[in-house]
């Protein structure tokens, strides 16, 4: 072999081994969900953004712990989280960087309804498909919802306090951020049970789901009012903000104090040491999100609305695990 021949035969084999690299990649992005990679060698890694309002409350932190252990167990899936540190244009910005990236799917728990309803419907007519996690948006314009009924569990909490106060008293209501429709329907609900009963509601005031703001907006109800007989908080931050401004006033035994979410580590917890008188669970819906995810980038069909259960815990129930919402 001459050194022409040499190099040209170099030359072609150097092509080969290029072609056979290049087959053997496995090529990303923009693949359809419902192409599951069933040709390929290797299995098709799927992207999910997640959009989390804010990180400040230990529910949040739970719900994104939730997602990652459910993701944890599928290796075809990797999740890039995101976190708006309660801040909607930030949360706008987060969900136009996944549509950009083109991830595979998008799960949103928005911190307000209206302003991140445009955004999502963007990532749909972009062909990533949503799940919208605990907070709703806006309309239709979303692939399933998952979530507790709000309404119920406000409902159930009055229901509650007309029994615990015997049908009349004086009540505090500390409101989640009312542009977010889960203490739009935790407010609606309990007002409901309440009607025509002889309950009172002397004070409310929006503490935007924050324990701060809980405990200073309790100091102002403390201080107008010498006899409040219960404390309902749109989540257990609240009431615990609320129990907070109470016991340095002194007056932390004169009332009753209930909240929602009851985490096994924070509501559930409260109710044991005595903090709280009754707590009612909000689930997370973390796993039920990674679940839908799945489905759906398979291409199966899900619900539009998934609606996850709810439990009562208070002192005559907890140390079993609390109950059911009747
Ligand atoms: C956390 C939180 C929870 C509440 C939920 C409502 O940010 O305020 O305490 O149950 O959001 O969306």
């Known amino acids: 072999m001459n050194h022409e021949t040499g190099l040209r035969a170099a030359r072609g084999l150097a092509v080969v081994l290029l072609l056979v690299a290049w087959a053997g990649c496995d090529r990303p992005a923009s693949v359809s969900p419902t192409d599951t990679g069933e040709n390929r060698a290797a299995p098709r890694v799927f992207t999910i953004g997640m959009s989390q309002c804010n990180l400040g409350e230990p529910w949040r932190v739970q719900m994104n712990a939730d997602i990652q252990a459910a993701a944890a167990r599928h290796p075809e899936l990797r999740v890039i989280f ?18 950009n990236v083109r991830v595979d799917l998008l799960i949103i728990s928005p911190k307000e309804a209206a302003p991140l309803t445009e955004p999502v419907a963007r990532a749909m007519e972009a062909g990533i498909p949503v799940i919208v996690l605990d907070r ?11 979530g507790a009924d709000n309404v119920r569990i406000g409902r159930a909490a009055g229901e509650w306090i007309k029994r615990r106060l015997g049908g009349r008293g ?3 209501e500390l409101k989640g951020l009312m542009t977010s429709i889960p203490a739009q329907d935790r407010h609606r609900g309990f007002r409901e049970a309440l009607a025509g009963t002889e309950i009172e509601v002397v004070f409310e005031a929006d503490m935007k789901w ?15 009012f010498p006899k409040i007989d219960l404390v309902y908080a749109h989540n257990d931050p609240g009431a615990h903000g609320a129990w907070l401004a109470a016991r340095a006033a002194g007056r ?59 439990r009562v815990f208070d002192r005559t129930n907890v140390e079993r695990g609390g109950d059911p919402l009747p």
């Open 252 to 310: 932390e035994k004169e009332m009753l104090f209930v909240g929602i979410d009851a985490l096994p580590h924070e509501g559930v917890a409260y109710v044991r040491q005595g903090i709280l008188d009754a707590t009612f669970q909000y689930p997370t819906g973390g796993e039920q999100a990674v679940e839908t995810a799945l489905r759906i980038l398979r291409g199966e069909p899900v619900p539009k609305r998934i609606v996850l259960g709810s």
């Open 136 to 146: 709703a948006v806006l309309g239709d314009r979303y692939t399933c919802f998952i």
């Open 82 to 99: 995101k976190d708006a540190q309660n801040d909607t244009l930030r949360q706008r910005a987060h969900v136009e960087e996944f549509i």
């Open 170 to 172: 004086r009540v505090v």
């Open 210 to 224: 924050l324990e701060p703001e809980a405990r200073r907006e309790m100091e102002s109800a403390l201080a107008r």
